[in-house]
């Protein structure tokens, strides 16, 4: 009360001029705030932009049809496979190194022995056609998608949605949640489109320098307006996370929410402050009790666990010709390449496990099943290229990296994610979170590993955007 005499006595002392001046200066900061305020809500989106990446020069027309497709195989490829397995030399382990030096070569024989010899490509196959694959040419790629319509029931909404998987998985990776998003939910019902990245098994890989992420999301963005579609849902997580968000930003008009299982947003001051303060008074910074768990100490469980898990990207990054060579003619080092990461990134205590955890929450026949995607389309190198072509400059100097997302945003956080986003980071880029959940088990992979875990968050989140 004093202070404020204090100031209205200073004020009454004013000349005229000086009053004037002063309100205009109160005026214009509290416009500037109001303008600030209004341009941080204000629904921004980035070019959609355009390209080309089939071989050789653009035509003048191209087939916008939409053509069904089936997975094949032929005894002449599973007897080349089992021909080269059985060529393969193998590097003696350390003793009692587990996994700590990548994936132990003694459990290494046994996991490609059931390859060679209990593993049915024929019948996996035919588990891979059971829901119906489509091609179609979009910038001069043949694009694979699965499309997946439920069953005609009266009294349920149909939403469409697209599912797009990262590295090193594949459409298949969503192949058991797709009876829980295509079956009645309380009267929801998704019709799903699962489609692969280009350069990824069965969609065509770009012939051009430059395919990234946002060339994928305009891809997609393609293929849903191709399908009929104005308005849909998007779930992803690893690259599929990236593109996804792309879309957002693409096409915020024709996204009606997006679900993440991996968020990364972590630059600024904000972020920082929550470093130095957050240990100690985590609920100043945003942070909950369970942020802290999964954060701290930070140096250990992100920085040090990062530069240990990151050895594969710099490479992928930079030479994936070379890195992708050995794995692109011989299966075994590309099961070794794949699977490794099937174990770490679910659990890093895997490492220290002499099978590598890999059948804890994975069937041999599902991880074999998503190498052999790999191994049949050829398609280890044009995967590895796509990490190239996203870090050929800083991402965050990308126009994405510099527009916020406004589409309602659910956020699901796995434990064993490879780096935990609190909520408080990803408000900074996703403007817009309706739901963001800690789930109680799950790793990377959260669709192969958790299907109902996921499966039940999205469709929580969905029924919060609708309303229903």
């Known amino acids: 009360m004093e202070r404020l005499q204090v100031l209205k006595g200073t004020f ?35 070019p959609l932009g355009e390209g080309w990446w089939g071989a050789g020069e653009k035509p003048l027309s191209e087939d916008d049809k939409i053509y069904p497709f089936k997975v094949q195989t032929s005894d002449e490829e599973i007897e080349d496979l089992h021909e080269r397995i059985d060529r393969t030399r193998y590097a003696d382990p350390l003793e009692d190194s587990c996994f700590l030096y990548g994936f132990n070569s003694t459990h290494l024989k046994k996991v490609v022995s059931y390859w060679r010899h209990t593993f049915d490509w024929k019948k996996q196959v ?11 040419k979009i910038e001069g790629l043949d694009v694979h998608f699965i499309h997946v319509r439920p069953p005609h029931r009266d009294n349920q909404k149909v939403l469409p949605l697209m599912l797009v998987h990262g590295w090193p998985g594949s459409f298949y990776e969503f192949y058991k949640m797709m009876p829980l998003l295509t079956e009645n939910q309380d009267g929801l019902v998704f019709e799903v489109i699962c489609p692969s990245i280009p350069g990824y098994g069965f969609s065509e890989a770009s012939h051009k320098q430059g395919f990234n992420s946002l060339a994928a999301a305009r891809i997609f963005l393609t293929l849903m307006e191709r399908l009929g579609f104005s308005q849909f849902y998007l779930q992803g997580g690893d690259w599929g996370s990236l593109i996804t968000t792309n879309m957002a930003q693409m096409k915020p008009q024709c996204v009606k929410g997006l679900h993440l299982n991996m968020c990364m947003s972590n630059k600024g001051f904000k972020v920082m402050l929550s470093l130095i303060i957050g240990p100690y008074l985590p609920f100043l910074v945003g942070l909950s009790r369970e942020d802290v768990d999964r954060l701290f100490p930070f140096f250990e469980k992100n920085v040090w666990e990062m530069l240990q898990e990151s050895g594969y990207l710099h490479i992928q990054a930079t030479k994936p010709d070379t890195a992708g060579c050995g794995a692109n003619d011989s299966p075994v080092g590309l099961a070794a390449y794949i699977l490794e990461k099937f174990s770490t990134w679910t659990d890093n205590r895997n490492r220290d496990l002499a099978d590598g955890g890999l059948e804890r929450k994975f069937s041999l026949d599902d991880l074999l099943t998503n190498v052999m995607i790999y191994w049949t389309t050829g398609s280890i190198v044009s995967s590895m290229r796509f990490y190239k072509e996203n870090f050929k400059e800083n991402l965050n100097n990308r126009v994405d990296a510099k527009t916020g997302i406004f589409v309602p945003t659910g956020l699901a956080a796995f434990p064993n994610e490879l780096f935990h986003c609190p909520k408080s980071w990803a408000q900074i880029r996703y403007r817009n979170i309706q739901s963001y959940n800690y789930m109680p088990r799950g790793g990377h992979f959260a ?9 039940n968050d999205f469709v929580q989140f969905v029924k919060k955007v609708e309303k229903f």
Do not use: W
């Open 12 to 46: 009454c002392s004013l000349d005229a001029f000086q009053k004037q001046l002063l309100i205009g200066s109160a005026v214009a900061a509290g416009g500037i705030l109001a303008y600030m305020v209004q341009k941080r809500r204000q629904v921004r989106s980035i």
């Open 126 to 136: 035919e588990v891979l056609n059971k829901y119906p694959h489509f091609k179609t």
């Open 447 to 455: 669709a192969f590993e958790e299907p109902q875990l996921l499966a």
